[in-house]
């Protein structure tokens, strides 16, 4: 039986047969004796996007108490939940991402803690997920943002809008009215500043 363990872009952890490209973690939010979620959604601001295979090595998932494992459709899922690129196991993409996000936010060099801070602040609003306006018009969004439309979640790519599902994406069969961003803004202004985030295949034409 699936675990609830699958990240929607709008940050909930929710039940899905579909593993995703990616693996994380928001600290231990479970209790490894029954592979259940605690009440809390996360313990600490250092949300990860990890690889889910590292130099051969193995966990059982919600097995330990090291910590939870999370799944995300792509990285764009990911980081319009709030998560960033892991500096252990996938630090050629954090170090690409911490300058992006230096540089798209007008800063200089930053520390993951810092950087996480910022994102924490963005990502949440009295614990649940925090939405922000659009910074731009919707079709000038960089590569790899997300928003929110009535109770669909859409990816922006290549000058398309895709419905994002838990298997994939798909197009947008409706105009999009009323958006709103997911992507945190200090992440949409990496991606403005060159990252590209790694996209899921149904995303392909």
Known sequence: MPLQNRVTP???VIVDPHRGMFTGNRGI?????????LNKR???PAWLTCVCEFRGRRREVMGGRSWTELFFLDEAT?????HRPCFFCRRDNANRFRAAWA??????????RDIDAVLHRERLERGRKRLHALPMPME???DGAMVRSGAESYLITQGR????????YREASDRIKDAMLLT???TLRALGAGYRPVLHPTCVR
């Open 10 to 12: 709008e940050g909930d």
């Open 29 to 37: 939010i479970h209790d490894p004796a029954t592979k259940t979620l």
């Open 42 to 44: 996360w313990s600490n």
């Open 78 to 82: 990911a980081f319009a939940a709030g």
């Open 103 to 112: 540089e798209g936010n007008g800063v200089g060099h930053m520390l993951a």
């Open 140 to 142: 000038k969004l960089p």
């Open 161 to 168: 809008t895709l419905r994002w599902s838990p298997a994939g």
């Open 184 to 186: 945190p803004p200090s």
